[in-house]
């Protein structure tokens, strides 16, 4: 005892210390060595070291940061099917656009050999150039989400990494105009008390003026790069060189850079025409192309520019716009349009803050349809006009993070919704048929029929359409979830898989395993229909003699409790040789996978021909660990007479596994409740018990042979009592 206990003590010290190793290993830092800084960001050369404050490195071009890269898993915590994050290294320049993505690390058991790596690499690289500025407006869905057949979970969990991990970095760095989200307390405030007047040249040296410009040939380039034909075939007028638009902005509601370009009497008038709360922009354009529009009209709305900060964005109208005849910096470039437009109140409008003023560029493609690109001009006011107050707290989101995961699963789940109500009625049509069995079991040629439908339901849709096959890597994932740190995020981002537990959880209290194994197990009706379609060609079925089927039984626990055991050492490894369930071959791939995998699953099935459910009988770890619970289950609902087993053998002989002992006790453990044996209890012409009563009764007279039974015999179990008058 003594010794049993040591070594389970250094067994655990050992884990631990190689857990300690994994999560120091996956760092930002760990993986950027194995990786090319051109994949991440074109042209870029070199990663600068990891910053401390924040955990991302920048991405250099000749020595110049042209974007950040991180890592998914320091930002996001959202755990993939195998409980363990997937790790993601993206890059995100500027104005918050992703310039490369990278799948670097993961452990998901659903892809790790069934599913080409590649495929997840292509998938995950297809999210270079995901705007999140447009992901933080639309609250992570203003993309297209490219699903994997088998991989759901894994590529939604990729999603979510990406675009919640990319926007806590860009609100973190200041990217694109979004600021960080911010605990409770001071903020900064502008110094309303500065008012020195600077020139053109120095407001737009040090930020307090900023500017896009675009030219004819880059408007063009950015159209066709959409692939819009209609667009391309009306490009803009003019040589590639030709200014197209050359936009500037400032804050001018900030004192000391309204009067530095409005002029003393401006500015003062700027101030009467604003309320308590309001700010101001000053708009300044030259070009071929109007920020405002040559269709703008008099009480409508300016719907080429709009103002965006962090989650909110402003639309200005009419009334919220003012000319200016001219800058009144003495240096200052000339302008065609120069408006000073109003920022409401009820924008909650930040001006310490960084925002950006987004500026639509259309194309007509028709009589009436236009096609449209968009731009950003990002401003964050220079520090020299913030009052000198502490930064704020970067909020401690770990509240955040639990709700964006909530949020996630939600999400499944509302996308599921038909899917989840069709496995409910099965649930609950099961359910019937095993608490009225034997009404369900009365008319043997109906019940044969009846489960035929519902092993084909459960092949076709729980199986091939939903990919909702259990596995005996899902209590493998439970086991290292308990082990460090159960959480239900995982589980719940498979609603049929986790439904499903849940019914077998309460099923192995009532009927044991065979709930599941005989009736909700896609490979299992995979096996039995294929079997039935033998039958019918007359293949021969091959009974094992009774000493040899008992000693086969062991064979499933063993290979269970071995691979359950190697969990402990190494997951990753213990999911490999899950491969024994060839469940992820002929279900969730439907055989489209490496000759090797398709050979074993066609092997296994092909001995399914001669020796009914072969592989659920003597191989299956599933069924082995749901055997060992069901011994506590509560009820024996399986009706037998005195006479079973001796001296019928009829249950015996006819029993599809072969779960009845030649004395007549059902094994629960092997049992997959097919219900045939309830068939033959009240058969009227295979069980001699129900033979031998009726021809009783027939003597006395009390039955008439020529008419179906409508009760059950006298001393039938279910048998309704005798009346006395």
Known sequence: MVVSR???????????????LSAQADSLASFLPELEPADLAPGADAFGPVREDVPVAPVLKGGETVAWAFLTSDFVGTTGYSGKPIHVVAAIDDDAILTGVQLVKHSEPIVLIGIPNARMVELTEGYTGLDLKVETEMGGEGHDLDIISGATVTIMVIDDSLVRGGIKVARALG????????????????????DAVYDWSTLSGDGSVRRLTLDVGQVNAAFEATGDQRAIKRPEPGEPDDTFI????????????????????????????LDEGEQAILVLGRGTYSF????????????RIQLIQGDNSVRFFDKQQERLGKVAAPD????????????????????????????????????????????????KLPEQYLLPVAAPAVVDDATGEAAAKAALWKRIWKDRTFEIGVLGVMLLVLSATFFFQFHATMNARFFYWFRIG????????????????????????????????????????????????????AALLFWGRGAYCGWLCPFGALQELTNKIARAFRVPQWTLP?????????????????????????IPLAEK???????????????MRDWPFVVFALLLLGIGLFIERFYCRYLCPLGGALAIPARMRMFDWLRRYKDCGTPCQTCANECPVQAIHPTGEINPNECVTCLHCQVLYQSEDKCPVVIRQLKRRAKTGSVDLKTPLGQPPANHPNAKPKTVS
């Open 6 to 20: 040591a070594t389970q003590f250094l067994l655990a010290l050992v884990l631990s210390c190689l857990m300690a």
């Open 175 to 194: 990217l694109g105009g979004l600021s960080p989200l911010q605990a409770d307390g001071p903020k900064r405030e502008v110094d309303m008390a500065q």
């Open 246 to 273: 050359d936009m500037h902005m400032a804050l001018v509601s900030v004192p000391s850079i309204g009067k530095s370009l409005l002029g003393e009497a401006e500015y003062q008038n700027l101030t009467e025409w």
């Open 292 to 303: 405002k529009g040559s269709g703008y009209v008099r009480g409508g709305i300016f719907d």
């Open 332 to 379: 200052a470039p000339s302008f065609t349009e120069l408006d000073i437009f109003k920022i409401p109140a009820e924008a909650e409008f930040d001006p310490a803050e960084p925002f950006r003023l987004q500026l639509l560029v259309q194309r007509a493609v028709g009589a009436v349809e236009k096609t449209f690109l968009t731009f950003d001009l990002g401003y």
């Open 454 to 505: 519902y092993l084909t339901m459960t092949l076709f849709f729980i199986g091939w359409y939903a990919n909702a096959q259990l596995s005996v890597v899902n209590l493998m994932a439970l086991a290292g979830s308990l082990r460090t740190g159960f959480s239900w995020d995982a589980f719940l981002l498979d609603p049929l898989v986790f439904i499903q537990w849940f019914a077998v959880a």
């Open 546 to 570: 009774w000493g040899l089927n008992e000693r086969l039984w062991p064979a499933k626990y063993m290979i269970f409790l071995g691979l359950f055991g190697l969990s402990f050492v190494s």
């Open 577 to 591: 040789y899950a491969e024994i369930e060839p469940f992820k071959t002929a279900i969730i791939l439907k055989f």
